[in-house]
């Protein structure tokens, strides 16, 4: 499809508002993985927003919201950019969410603007994604924030020798940078530091370096999904559990729906996040319950589930501080410093980052019943984006 002209956005959107569409339903439009290799993901989304529907309603005040999805399978940024279009100016959404990969959210951002639009983020994880545009928010987690504290964990636990392993795009690149820079200010040493093909699925030759390299242990960061299933078992193929080596990555390697067939392969490995289905709380019972019906198999339900229950209540509060009026920059100014009970624990929407402070925990795959669970054994209370520099 042509890609459409900003100004003609603009005023596609404008169109919109003055000719009353969108006066009492208020559309929310959600880009992310509904199939492909990535589809458990965008069932997650769709999870958590049904979630928060059927513990909240669908209307705020006079408004009520309807959801419009859109597919993007894989990180496609020009794809996401058109999608983004078609739903401003075809769909007349007065929001945008979801959105999975980071190039993807980078490619909708110079949008926003002009399209008097927020994006709420539910998962993409690079730090620099909320400087991009005022007009998004973030409700999933950054990599640096994430990693960080597993540097902590490392030089705790008495390693001091350890291997980065990441994906070669931003989030590897923050995963990368803010994991080192904490351990080696610990005193710990970087042996290598090795940067893989986002698409890459063959880690055996990776993993005999890891071992060749006499590392204490490594430090892994993937995007959730097939090729994180590949990695953690190349981990065992290849040796590195029998030799010692400790297994320390974000909690996206270990991911719940990924559990069941990685069984006790992964027992024991540690992961820092910022949530587990395993959370103990009030809050997560109710929304595990919800979202478990919603996605049908509760063995599918994983993290961008609470990305997108939380994305939803901050649009729910945009639509109410604004009454339901299309006005970007006071919905995303009514949201900074929001204090909420997320289903993760609680959440504090910073007013300078736009990005969630939050506990970050330190998680062991564990066995839990007849599976296993990532189990909360430590936390790390009030962690912002520790990616984030003026």
């Not at 597993?150 to 940078?177: F, I, Q």
């Not at 005999?208 to 999904?225: E, M």
């Not at 970007?328 to 929407?349: D, H, L, N, Y």
């Amino acid at each position: 499809m042509t890609r459409l002209p900003l100004g003609l956005l603009a005023a596609s959107a404008l169109a919109l508002l003055t000719t009353g569409a969108i006066a009492d339903t208020i559309k929310v439009g959600v880009i992310g993985p509904f199939s492909g290799p990535f589809a458990n993901q965008g069932r997650n989304f769709q999870a958590g927003i049904d979630a928060w529907m059927a513990l909240n309603g669908q209307a705020v005040g006079d408004d009520e919201i309807e959801v419009v999805y859109r597919d993007l399978p894989a990180a496609d940024p020009a794809r996401a950019r058109t999608l983004a279009q078609e739903l401003v100016v075809s769909d007349g959404v007065q929001y945008l969410a979801g959105v999975y990969f980071t190039p993807d959210a980078l490619a909708i951002a110079p949008l926003l603007e002009e399209a008097n639009t927020p994006l709420v983020i539910f998962n993409a994880a690079t730090s620099a994604i909320t400087k991009q545009s005022p007009l998004i928010v973030r409700t999933s987690f950054t990599l640096p924030q994430t990693s960080a504290p597993m540097a902590a964990v490392a030089a705790e636990r008495g390693l001091k020798r350890v291997v980065t392993v990441v994906s070669d795009y931003g989030p590897g690149a923050d995963a990368e940078g803010a994991f080192s820079t904490a351990f080696e200010a610990k005193g710990g040493q970087i042996v290598e530091k090795i940067r893989m093909p986002l698409a890459a699925n063959d880690f055996s030759p990776i993993m005999q370096r890891v071992r060749a390299s006499g590392a204490d242990a490594l430090f892994a960061f993937l995007p959730s999904g097939p090729p994180t299933l590949a990695f953690a078992r190349a981990y065992n193929d290849n040796g590195l559990k029998g030799a010692g080596v400790t297994f320390l990555s974000t909690g996206d390697l270990t991911q719940e729906s990924d559990l069941p067939a990685l069984g006790a392969s992964v027992e024991g490995f540690l992961t820092t996040f910022h949530y587990s289905v395993a959370h103990d709380s009030p809050e997560n019972k109710s929304f595990v319950e919800a979202a478990g019906k919603a996605i049908g198999d509760p063995k599918l339900l994983t993290f961008p589930a609470v990305g997108a229950f939380d994305g939803m209540r901050v649009i729910a509060k945009m639509i109410e501080a604004t009454g339901g009026e299309q006005d970007a920059a006071a919905a995303v100014e009514a949201v900074k410093g929001m204090r909420f009970e997320s289903p993760r624990g609680p959440v504090t929407i910073d007013p300078e980052t736009r990005s969630p402070t939050q506990t970050i925990y330190l998680r062991e795959v564990a066995k839990a019943g007849d599976g296993f669970e990532n189990r909360e054994i430590q936390s790390f209370a009030d962690t912002p984006d520790l990616g984030w520099t003026k």
